[in-house]
């Protein structure tokens, strides 16, 4: 339903960017292109990956919240199966169903909820619950630097995604303004607009900024979305 609904306001936008076109082209042809290549870019490269990075910080924010849970439960409760259904009673997720199936053993439950977190530290998590399981010991202890580097690179990455984003609103609205221009120079001097768009080497120079537009912002999306996964 989310992926639908982004698509659809992508369509919109389009829609919008296309009038746009045409109202600083008056060229039917080109606006049908730009509107064409601004769904491309924004559903493509700038949506999609927008939600990649979302769910790829909501799955580490995620990891973080449940490791120090469920280490937190287990200096309480030292059994790890007792522990697991503490956790999702408390903690309603997506996952609670595999902690409370009493059908799988601890190592499958740790194997299923793979699906769940993704991600490296969660294999380091699975090690140290393993071995706790089989030789004991104290859990705070061993698991303390995971937690840390959890907490680490969880900052590290919401950081980086706020300064990122910030970078992107700016580069916008930098071409905002630019755009403005260009509306400005369309409304107020509607006759010598006019008379200037009807010459093509103009409508080549405007079309020809709106592709720079799209493609700049295709370019910083993609940089923007680079930095973000690699982390």
């Not at 369509?11 to 769904?39: D, E, P, V």
């Not at 697991?84 to 499958?108: C, G, M, P």
Request: proline content about 1%.
């Amino acid at each position: 339903m989310k992926k639908k609904n982004n698509k659809i306001s992508c369509y919109l936008a389009s829609l919008l960017f296309m009038a746009l076109s045409y109202y600083l082209l008056n060229n039917l042809i080109f606006a049908l292109i730009n509107g064409l290549c601004f769904f491309l870019v924004m559903y493509k490269y700038i949506t999609l990956s927008f939600i990649k990075v979302n769910e790829k910080l909501d799955t580490y924010e995620e990891f973080t919240h449940f490791a120090n849970s469920l280490i937190m439960q287990l200096s309480v409760t030292p059994n790890l199966n007792e522990s697991f259904n503490e956790v999702a009673k408390i903690h309603k997720r997506d996952y609670s169903d595999i902690l409370l199936d009493d059908s799988l053993t601890v190592s499958e439950k740790l194997e299923s909820l793979e699906n769940n977190f993704p991600i490296p530290l969660y294999h380091i998590l699975k090690h140290i619950l393993l071995l706790y399981v089989e030789q004991g010991g104290n859990i705070l202890d061993m698991s303390q630097e995971l937690l840390n580097k959890a907490d680490l690179e969880l900052s590290n990455m919401q950081e980086i995604y706020s300064l990122n984003k910030q970078k992107w609103m700016e580069s916008v609205i930098m071409w905002g303004f630019a755009m403005i221009g260009f509306f400005y120079l369309r409304s107020s001097l509607i006759s010598y607009y006019i008379t200037l768009i009807q010459r093509r080497s103009f409508m080549l120079c405007v079309e020809i900024f709106l592709l720079v537009f799209l493609v700049t912002l295709k370019i910083v999306s993609q940089k923007y979305i680079r930095e973000q996964v690699d982390l």
